[in-house]
């Protein structure tokens, strides 16, 4: 008899393994018609078809019937920012005018803590509602943004990781603070809540633009400070965007090389977009471990171009999905999957179902270093799934 609490019956669907080609994930894809799956604790036992489960459960205890239902690991939303909830579908500017005519103003907002608590729980609400169970969230420069999203995302158990964005140049003033400020704001913040409950924080600058050398030697200093918590920012989403980037740095070749100059690249470092990356960026991704968010709803919507999915396979780099609300159009991981077949297909490349899945799932638990944690059904990770 199998030692568990309880016992879920239904259909599911994952990607039973790590894959480093798109045959490998079509060849893990496991489909089971008829399952049982076996909890205890909060963590996966076992997973097995009716007809093998059904010895082992337990005569007092039964199951929870959810035939009819399609069960699958939570969806991860590697890219998003919660504050930009009520501003989608802000159309008629590319990125920087559309940071500048929308974004600010808006992010203005969460300097009033009762504002931003009513912002984080619709937030949080839409994600779960659309089957999004882990998220890396960007948070405004104020840390009443952050108090009020984790607040929520721990009285719901939820994984969350997000951080206070810090930024000190070419933004308003109502919106700019000291590298300074910044430093000791973003260290009261990992104190308090990293790793608290599922909670996890990461350090946010905006993007280079944003980061003048002193606010980078800021994040240089959390980052060796607290190694264990992550890093998430912007990177060559936008041509005009990679040309200023040159012009404030000239003395840097490529975009990433800002980065990887403050020792911001690495295993928990996670770059939005990466759509205009050449060769040796996408090699210095490969090299530092570092993954990207693919964001295709947002990059099209905005007009930024078109992410190569090829070359994040041909340069074994870790990749993940983001919704990137509010440039992004949806919360809904399926239909940002959607977009992301209609950019690679204007690419001539064919992004397969699985692959897609893979991606919102393991692939991008693996892009957050969490797929020892979620992402499938294997046995001893979280119990982590929803279904419809």
Not at 310 to 336: E, K, Y
Not at 346 to 362: D, G, I, K, N, V
Request: a negative charge; one cysteine or more.
């Amino acid at each position: 008899m199998m030692d568990y609490q309880t016992a879920v019956r239904g259909a599911f669907f994952d990607i039973a393994g790590v894959a480093e080609t798109p045959d490998e994930v079509a060849a893990q894809a496991r489909y089971l018609d008829d399952g049982l799956l076996f909890l205890q604790e909060g963590k996966i036992i076992a997973l097995l078809p009716w007809q093998e489960g059904e010895a082992f459960l337990h005569p007092l205890k039964g199951y929870v019937d959810l035939r009819g239902k399609l069960l699958l690991p939570g969806f991860v939303d590697a890219h998003v920012h919660y504050p930009q909830t009520e501003m989608i579908g802000a159309f008629g500017e590319q990125l920087l005018e559309w940071l500048t005519t929308y974004t600010f103003p808006v992010e203005s907002q969460f300097a009033d803590a009762e504002y931003a608590q009513e912002i984080a729980q619709f937030f949080v609400n839409q994600l779960i509602s659309h089957g999004t169970t882990t998220a890396l969230v960007f948070c405004t420069l104020h840390p009443a943004s952050v108090e009020a999203l984790f607040s929520e995302a721990l009285r719901l158990n939820m994984r969350l990781i997000a951080g206070k964005v810090m930024m000190d140049r070419h933004v308003p003033d109502y919106l700019c603070e000291t590298a300074g400020e910044s430093y000791e704001q973003t260290r009261a913040l990992i104190r308090r809540w990293h790793q608290r409950g599922r909670l996890g924080y990461a350090i946010t600058p905006r993007f280079a633009p944003t980061s003048p050398p002193a606010l980078l030697e800021a994040v240089q200093r959390l980052r060796a400070e607290f190694p264990d918590t992550w890093l998430q920012t912007h990177l060559s989403e936008n041509r005009e965007e990679i040309a200023w980037v040159k012009q404030l740095w000239p003395e840097h070749a490529r975009y990433l090389d800002v980065y990887h100059h403050y020792q911001l690249t690495g295993e928990r470092s996670v770059f939005a977009h990466g759509i205009h990356l050449d060769d040796a960026e996408w090699q210095c991704l490969h090299d530092t471990g570092s993954a990207v968010a693919f964001c295709p709803t947002s990059n099209l919507f905005l007009g930024s171009g078109l992410f190569r999915l090829p070359a994040c396979w041909q340069h074994q780099v870790r990749m993940g999905i983001g919704s990137d609300v509010g440039a992004g159009t949806t919360f809904s991981m399926l239909r940002t999957l959607g977009e992301a077949y209609k950019v690679g297909q204007l690419q001539s490349y064919r992004l397969r179902a699985s692959e897609a899945f893979y991606h919102a799932t393991l692939g991008g638990a693996r892009a957050l270093r969490l797929e020892e944690k979620i992402g499938n059904f294997q046995p001893g990770k979280e119990a982590d799934f929803g279904g419809d």
